[in-house]
């Protein structure tokens, strides 16, 4: 059986994460068990790297996921793995943490919320697909408001050694910043927390337009 590393495309979304330093890497998928993924974690969180480690392992069981949903692979024990996680999101919370991604990573975070699309489905949008979709006004501004690349036709991009690439570890990164996979982030955003509803809505309609100039 495959070795974890050459399942799907994980060699490219998990480029540097801590689990491709680990022996889960080169091991077969088939023999990973849900204790090895919570050693990994357990191991990774007192090096204070745990969100990373998750946020790995969450990307894992996608990958897994969908290649066995392809008649990929057989039975796999890994997917029985499931992190206990209760996650709620205030809205100093979430300001917070929209400011430790990078502009292009925020925006197509505020894409993906608005309008259901997934992130991996969005990263791949290329201008002639986007502005064909039926999105909301806010969704459009955010897409009007990304620079484009000479040498990319992508909506959602960032330099990497001189060169475009479409943003592909959205999910990745929300779980780096916000200790939550995509799921909970995207529900605990439809559930926000309010302190103070009629000063915060005022507020984070000033930092979408400051940040990100979407106008509500």
């Known amino acids: 059986m495959k070795a974890l590393k050459d ?3 994980l060699s490219a979304r998990l480029k540097g994460a801590p689990i491709t330093h680990s022996p889960l890497w080169n091991q077969p998928v088939g023999s990973i068990t849900p204790v090895q993924l919570f ?7 007192h090096v204070g790297r745990g969100a990373e480690a998750y946020a790995a392992i969450h990307i894992v069981r996608q990958e897994v996921s969908a290649a066995r949903q392809a008649g990929l692979l057989g039975e796999v024990p890994l997917l029985a793995y499931e992190p206990a996680i209760h996650f709620e999101l205030t809205f100093g919370e979430l300001r917070k943490g929209l400011e430790q991604l990078s ?3 925020a ?3 505020l894409f993906c919320l608005d309008t ?20 909301s006004a806010t969704a459009k501004q955010i ?5 484009r690349h000479i040498r990319s036709s992508y909506v959602f991009w960032e330099e990497q050694e001189g060169q475009p690439f479409p943003i ?13 996979t995509w799921g909970q982030f995207a529900a605990a955003f439809e559930s926000l927390v309010w302190a103070d509803p009629v000063a915060e809505s005022l507020e984070i309609k000033r930092v979408l337009y400051e940040h990100f100039n979407i106008q509500l």
Request: cysteine-free.
């Open 39 to 45: 050693a990994f974690a357990q191991r990774e969180s």
């Open 116 to 135: 259901g699309i997934g992130p991996e489905v969005a990263a791949g949008l290329k201008w002639d697909q986007v502005l064909t979709l039926p999105i």
């Open 143 to 147: 897409v009007f408001n990304q620079l």
């Open 103 to 105: 502009g292009p990573a």
């Open 7 to 9: 399942i799907g495309s």
């Open 168 to 180: 592909l570890d959205l999910e990745h990164r929300i779980f780096a910043v916000f200790e939550a």
């Open 107 to 109: 925006a197509l975070a």
